[in-house]
């Protein structure tokens, strides 16, 4: 299971890399269980302040794999928790950035949106095809992409599965930024460290209203964010970055 998905740190940041090149980074059960370990494990060390997701080969994940799907009873994919792994990128401790390159289509493209953030080489291109085997998005596919590049776009690309040119991705606002070709993993790494250098509590607050924001009305989402801003007042971190910001110094952020 590991040979297929690997797992390295550089400074404060762990990468998780997809690395099955005979099937594009197709995501089957092996796989899908291997980054599910590999998430918790980077979630648990504390010296971990944030991860980036990438494929190998040139590709980020080019889909699920459709020959172990083929057969399965709507039971398997309870049984089997086929979906958790899209629930633990999403629910993740630490932010999960995105690197992608190539293809990410079908559960690879949902994959990609289930973390916080998504860089993308300019020439990758990303799509939600399952209509054309018979079936639609169901891990995020259409949700997630309907709060990012809304109805209209959503139904045209969900309908047709046709393939998103990254640039046509950023415009939709489904990806961060895009870089040029071979530098994704790069500049996720340098997101990664920036993020790894605010305060912990912070990071977290911003997280936790982003993703709960933007599923209820406005005034319930600005109370929200006024509540976790006003907690943060409570905190070390908020005293000693006020401080540092007076005293004109770098901060040291503790997490408490």
Known sequence: MTDMVRTEIQGP???VTIDRPERRNALNLAVKQAVVQQLHTLAANDAVAAVVLTGAGGYFVAGTDIAEMAGMRPMDHVRLATDEVF???RGNRKPVIAAVEGYALGGGCELALACDLIVAAEDACFGQPEIKVG???GAGGTQRLLRSAGRYKTALWALTGAMIPAEDAYAANMVSQLVPKGQALARALQIGEQIAAMPPLAVQGIRE?????ADVPLETALALERRVFERLFDSEDQKEGMQAFLEKRKPSYRGR
Do not use: C, D
């Open 87 to 89: 629930h633990v990128v």
């Open 209 to 213: 209203v982003l993703r709960q924001g």
């Open 135 to 137: 079936i639609m998005p």
């Open 13 to 15: 940041v762990g990468i």
